[in-house]
C-alpha cells in the first residue's frame, strides 16, 4: 500500500487529512467502515476533530440536517434497505478494541512510523471485514474477464482519452479533393455578375444607387417600415401626419403607396395558390416553385465566395486514417453521389436539397396554426444557413392545417390527413425529378455557370413528422426495421430499410385498394397514396431522415435547463433495496455526454468511438431504472434513434447540419409576424405577399451593402473557418460598464460587506509582481517586496457589481457569427425597492494560472469565488507605477481560492472536486488579485449534498456552509468544451 492509501478502494492521497477526508465522504460501505472505526478512536481535542465529527455526536454542531423519511420514490424505508443491516453494525461493534493505539496528537517527526500505525489499524479492519467489501463496491458498471475493477478504471479513464482526443481536433487537417477536376467545375462563365444584372434592373437614368427610393433617407425609411416597423394600419395613420411625407421626401403617402415601391423591385420566387380534392374535401395551400427557389439561393451574390461545388475527404492526419466530419461536403453521401454521376454526367455539380417541415402555432388562444416548408442547399455553409438574417431558409410552403373533425372514424381521419400531406409536398417536390436526372444550368453570384442537379439529400423534422415522411407506424424507427420490442436493445439490428420494394408497394395502387393495402402491409407501410419521394432519383427517404438533437435529446429548452442539474443532484442519492448507485450515475453521465458529444461541430472517427461508448454505457447501466421501478422497458423510439447518430455523421455531416432548431426560430421571422401582419380574413394570401416583400427589401439592402462596400469577397479568416472550424477553442471579449457600480468603497466596507479579508496584503502582492512582471519571485523575497512597499497610500476604491463577456459559442463553425453573453455577478447583500432583503451573490469563475493559453482540460486553470471587482485610483497607478512601460490591468478582481485540480475527476462521476483552499498553517481562505482578463467564465459547483441536505444551506450561502464542491462540465458547451 503506498504512503497514503485506501485499502478497501485503492484510492490515493496526498496526505492522511485527504486520506480521512476521502474516507468521511465515499459511498463505498468498506470505506464508510473504516471512517468510523477510526473515527472512534480520534481524541475529541484533535487537529482533524472538527472536520470528521458527524453531527449526531456534536450537538453545537451549528448544521441540522433534515430527518431522513421515506425517499424519493414515494416509499420508506428500514435502515436494512441502505445496507445498514445489524450483522454489519455487529461486524463494526467486534472490530472496535482490535486497533492499536492511534497518538495521532504526537509531535513525533518520524513519518514511517506514524504511516506504519495507520497501515496497522487499517489490516485489522480488513481481517474482519466481509470479504465482498474489501474492493470496489460490489455494483461496477462493467465486467470484463472477471475483473470488477477494470469497468470503473474505463469510465474513469473517459476523460483523459477525450482531452487527447479534442486536442487532435485542433491540429492542421490534410484534404484529398475528388479525383476529377471537373466534378463542380464551370461550363461557362458569363459576362455579368448577379450584381451587375440586378443593378440594371432597378438602376433609374441618374444611377441612383438607392433606386426605386428617390433618397436615402427614403430607403431607410422603407427598410424599417418592412423590417421592424408597425402594421399597414398604424403606417397609414403615420404617413397621414400633416407634413411628415413631405418633411421627409417620400414619394408615397399610404401604405399601400410604399407597397406599390417595394413591387417596383426584382421578384422573388412567388407563392402559387393550388386547391387538392381529397376524399371529396377541398384544400388550399400556397407554395413556390423549388427549382426558382434553388436558384434563387444558388445566385445571391451575397453567397458567391462561400458556395462548395465539389465532395472533399477530410483527415487529421497525413496516413488518413483519423477522417473529419463537419461540414455537408465532408460526409460520405455526396462522394458516393459524385462517383455515381461522373459515370453518366461527368463534370456534375452536386445539389444536396435540404427540406424541414414543422407545424407550429400562430396565435396564443384559439389554437390557430400554420404548417410551414422551409428548404435550403448543403452547397452553403452551415454558418451560414443556420444565421435566419442570412436568408438562406427559404419558406417554400404553407401546407393546409386541417384537423378533419368532421371525419369521425379516426383511422379514416389519419388516413386522409397522410395523403394530404404527400399530395401537397408533391407538388412542391416534383420538380426536383427532371432537375435530378437531366440536370440544369446555374448561374452562381459570380457570373460562373455550372450544370447543377439538386437531389433531396436530407429531411429535417420532428418525430411525428419523420413517420408522416416515411409513411410509418407509431414506435416504429423512421431509419430501419427494428422490431418495437427490440427498440431498447442497442445490439438489435436496424439496417436502413430499401427502398426499391417501398417504391414496387407503392406502384401497387394502380392494381386496386386492396392488392395496395396489402402491398403497403407486407412492406411495413402505410398505405398512402402520392407519396412525394416515390420518384425522386438517387434519393432514399430512410436515409434522409436526420438526426434532430433538439427535440429527441433536449426536448426544448426547459429540459436542457434541467441536463445542467442532473447529475449533481444523483451523485450522493440514496437508493432503496441497497441497491449501488454507481449505475444510476452512470447512465446519467453517459446519457449528458452523448447529448454533449452529439453536438461537435467538428467530428473524427475518434470521437464518433466516444459518441458509440457513451452510448454503449447508458445501456449497460440503464437497468438501474428497471430495478427501481421507474421504468418497464426502454423502447422507446427517441432512444433507439441515438444508435443512428454515427451514421448520419459519417453521411451528411455533423448534427448542426440539420438541426430543427433553426426552423424553430425562422417560425417567427416567416409565419408569426406574418400572421401578426394580417387582418385575420384569407390569411395565407396575405402572408405570403409580406413575406415576397419582407424578402425583396432584405435583397435590396444587402445589394446596397454590397455597392456600399465594394466587395463580396469574405475575410479570409471566415473561408478558414468554413473549411476548418476551430472546435472547441472559444474566445471571449470583454465588457465592462463605463461607470462603476459604485464609486467609493472603503476597505472597512469592502471587509463587511464584500469579504475582502486580505485585501490589502493582496493587492499589495499583487503590486509587486505587476512591479516585476518578468522576476521570479521566491516566498521570503516576496515577502521582502511586500514590506517594501508598506501601507497602502488610499482606502478606499471604486467597485464593479458585473463582469460581461461575449463568446463565440465553441459549438459554433466560426467565430464571426455566433455569440453568447457570460455574466458574472459580484454583489453584496442589499434591500429592493421594498426594502426586502436580496441576498448577496459573489459568482464562482474558472482563472488562467499561468501564461499559456492553449489549454486542455482543466490544465492551467483554478476555480475561484470573485468577491470584488476594482480599480486602482489614479494616485496609486502613479506612484506604484510610474513607468509607462509597466502598468497595471485596468480592472482587478479579489479572488478566494478553491484547491487546485492536481488529480483527475472523480471515477464514478468524472467530475472535478475541490474545496476551499486556506493559507498554510491558519483558517484563513487564500486569496489573492488578479487581472480580470485571467477570468476564463463563470462555472457552477455542486456542493456534496451527502444523503440529505442540511436546511440551513441555501443558493445564498451554501459557498460558506459547504466545503467539498464538483465542478459542474454541464452547464453549458463552453464548459463541457473546456472542462474534463
Not at 402594421?231 to 411628415?244: C, V
Amino acid at each position: 500500500m503506498t504512503k497514503f492509501e485506501c485499502p478497501a478502494c485503492k484510492t490515493p492521497a496526498l496526505s492522511y487529512q485527504g486520506y480521512r477526508t476521502h474516507l468521511r465522504l465515499s459511498q463505498n460501505p468498506a470505506c464508510q467502515q473504516l471512517f468510523h472505526l477510526l473515527h472512534s478512536y480520534v481524541p475529541s481535542d484533535s487537529s482533524d476533530s472538527d472536520e470528521l465529527t458527524e453531527p449526531e455526536d456534536n450537538p453545537d454542531n451549528d448544521v441540522h440536517p433534515v430527518t431522513f423519511e421515506g425517499d424519493y420514490f414515494g416509499s420508506s424505508y428500514t435502515p436494512e434497505d441502505f445496507g445498514q443491516s445489524q450483522d454489519a453494525e455487529e461486524t463494526v461493534a467486534n472490530c472496535q478494541g482490535s486497533l492499536p493505539d492511534l497518538n495521532l496528537d504526537s509531535d513525533s517527526s518520524d513519518e514511517e512510523e506514524y504511516n506504519t500505525d495507520i497501515d496497522a489499524a487499517e489490516q485489522a479492519i480488513l481481517e474482519v471485514l466481509p470479504e465482498t467489501s474489501r474492493g470496489a463496491p460490489a455494483l461496477t458498471p462493467y465486467q470484463d474477464n472477471g475483473d470488477e475493477q477494470s469497468g470503473v478504471e474505463e469510465f474513469s479513464s473517459s476523460s483523459i482519452r477525450r482531452q487527447a482526443i479534442d486536442e487532435r481536433l485542433r491540429n492542421a487537417i490534410h484534404i484529398e479533393k475528388f479525383p476529377s477536376a471537373l466534378a463542380g467545375a464551370p461550363i461557362h462563365q458569363r459576362r455579368q455578375d448577379n450584381d451587375l444584372r440586378y443593378q440594371a434592373d432597378v438602376s433609374d437614368e441618374t444611377n441612383n444607387l438607392y433606386a426605386p427610393c428617390s433618397s436615402r433617407l427614403e430607403w431607410e425609411f422603407v427598410r424599417w417600415a418592412k423590417l421592424r416597423g408597425p402594421g399597414a394600419t398604424a403606417m397609414t395613420e403615420l404617413l397621414k401626419i400633416d407634413g411628415f411625407s413631405e418633411r421627409l421626401g417620400l414619394s408615397f403617402t399610404t401604405n399601400n403607396g410604399l407597397n406599390t415601391l417595394i413591387d417596383t423591385l426584382p421578384d422573388r420566387p412567388r407563392f402559387c395558390r393550388e386547391e387538392i380534392l381529397i376524399a371529396g374535401h377541398s384544400f388550399e395551400f400556397y407554395y413556390r416553385n423549388i427549382i426558382d427557389c434553388i436558384k434563387a439561393l444558388w445566385g445571391d451574390p451575397e453567397f458567391a465566395p462561400y458556395l462548395v461545388f465539389a465532395p472533399e475527404r477530410h483527415y487529421q492526419d497525413r496516413e488518413k486514417e483519423v477522417r473529419l466530419y463537419h461540414e455537408m461536403h465532408t460526409g460520405d453521401w455526396w462522394w458516393e453521389i459524385q462517383e455515381e454521376f461522373e459515370k453518366s454526367h461527368s463534370g456534375a455539380t452536386i445539389i444536396p436539397v435540404i427540406i424541414s417541415s414543422d407545424k407550429t402555432q400562430v396565435t396564443l388562444f384559439r389554437n390557430k396554426t400554420a404548417y410551414p416548408v422551409y428548404m435550403t442547399i448543403g452547397n452553403l455553409p452551415k454558418f451560414i444557413r443556420r444565421k435566419p438574417s442570412r436568408y438562406a431558409q427559404i419558406l417554400i410552403a404553407y401546407l393546409p392545417t386541417t384537423k378533419l373533425t368532421q371525419i369521425k372514424v379516426k383511422a379514416s381521419r389519419r388516413r386522409i390527413l397522410a395523403n394530404l400531406f404527400h399530395t401537397c409536398m408533391s407538388f412542391v417536390i416534383n420538380p426536383l425529378i427532371p432537375a435530378g436526372k437531366d440536370g440544369m444550368n446555374l448561374s452562381s453570384g459570380d457570373g460562373a455557370v455550372r450544370r447543377g442537379f439538386p437531389i433531396f439529400a436530407g429531411f429535417v423534422g420532428d418525430y411525428p413528422e419523420q413517420l408522416l415522411v416515411t409513411a410509418r407506424k407509431n414506435s416504429e424507427c423512421p431509419v430501419g426495421d427494428a422490431e418495437r420490442d427490440e427498440l431498447g436493445d442497442l445490439d438489435s439490428e436496424c439496417i436502413p430499410r430499401d427502398i426499391v420494394p417501398l417504391r414496387q408497394a407503392l406502384r401497387s395502387v394502380k392494381n386496386g385498394y386492396d392488392a395496395f393495402y396489402k402491398a403497403c402491409s407486407a412492406a411495413g407501410i402505410k398505405p398512402v397514396q402520392n407519396v412525394f419521394w416515390l420518384n425522386l432519383p438517387h434519393t432514399n427517404i430512410h436515409l434522409c431522415i436526420t438526426p434532430d438533437v433538439l427535440h429527441q435529446l433536449f426536448q426544448g429548452t426547459e429540459h436542457a435547463q434541467i441536463c445542467q442539474l442532473m447529475l449533481g443532484i444523483v451523485i450522493d442519492m440514496r437508493l432503496p433495496n441497497g441497491l449501488s448507485s454507481d449505475r444510476l450515475i452512470h447512465a446519467v453521465r453517459s446519457v449528458l455526454d452523448f447529448l454533449y458529444l452529439a453536438q461537435y461541430p467538428v467530428h473524427s472517427t475518434e470521437t464518433l468511438k466516444s459518441l458509440d461508448n457513451v452510448l454503449q454505457r447508458f445501456h449497460d447501466n440503464k437497468q438501474i431504472f428497471v430495478d427501481l421501478g421507474i421504468r418497464q422497458h426502454f423502447n422507446i423510439p427517441k432512444i433507439h434513434y441515438c444508435k443512428h447518430y454515427t451514421s448520419f455523421i459519417k453521411r451528411l455531416g455533423t448534427t448542426d447540419n440539420y438541426s430543427t432548431e433553426y426552423t424553430e426560430r425562422l417560425h417567427i421571422d416567416t409565419t408569426k409576424d406574418a400572421y401578426a401582419a394580417t387582418n385575420r380574413k384569407d390569411e395565407f394570401r396575405q402572408m405570403t405577399v409580406w413575406l415576397e416583400r419582407k424578402e425583396k427589401v432584405a435583397q435590396h439592402d444587402h445589394y446596397i451593402q454590397r455597392r456600399l462596400e465594394g466587395t463580396t469577397i469574405p475575410s479570409t479568416f471566415d473561408l478558414v473557418m468554413m473549411r476548418h472550424p476551430p472546435v472547441l477553442v472559444p474566445h471571449r471579449e470583454l465588457l465592462m460598464s463605463k461607470h462603476p457600480s459604485v464609486a467609493s468603497v472603503t476597505f472597512s466596507r469592502l471587509l463587511s460587506a464584500y469579504g475582502t479579508k486580505d485585501f490589502e496584503y493582496c493587492l499589495t502582492e499583487y503590486v509587486v509582481k505587476a512591479q516585476a512582471p518578468d522576476h521570479h519571485f521566491t516566498a521570503a523575497s516576496l515577502r521582502v517586496a511586500i514590506d517594501r512597499i508598506g501601507f497602502v497610500p488610499f482606502y478606499k476604491v471604486a467597485v464593479y457589481h458585473r463582469i460581461k463577456f461575449t463568446e463565440h459559442d465553441p459549438y459554433s463553425t466560426t467565430r464571426s457569427t455566433e455569440f453568447v453573453a457570460d455574466a458574472i455577478h459580484v454583489e453584496p447583500e442589499r434591500k429592493d425597492k421594498y426594502g426586502r432583503p436580496v441576498p448577496g451573490r459573489f459568482d464562482t469563475v474558472l482563472i488562467k494560472v499561468n501564461s499559456n493559453n492553449d489549454f486542455s482540460g482543466v490544465k492551467g486553470y483554478r476555480v475561484g469565488q470573485v468577491r470584488c471587482v476594482f480599480t486602482l485610483p489614479k494616485a496609486a497607478l502613479k506612484e506604484w507605477f510610474p513607468l509607462p512601460h509597466v502598468q497595471p490591468a485596468k480592472y482587478l478582481v479579489y479572488i478566494d481560492w478553491f484547491t487546485q485540480f492536481k488529480h483527475g475527476p472523480e471515477p464514478n462521476h468524472l467530475m472535478y472536486k475541490v474545496c476551499h483552499a486556506f493559507r498554510p498553517g491558519e483558517d484563513a481562505r487564500l486569496a489573492s488579485v488578479v487581472p480580470v482578463e485571467n477570468i476564463h467564465q463563470s462555472v457552477h459547483l455542486y456542493p456534496k449534498f451527502g444523503p440529505v441536505a442540511p436546511q440551513e444551506w441555501k443558493s445564498s450561502n451554501v459557498l460558506d456552509y459547504c466545503d467539498t464542491f464538483f465542478l459542474n462540465d454541464f452547464l453549458d458547451r463552453s464548459t463541457y468544451a473546456t472542462v474534463y
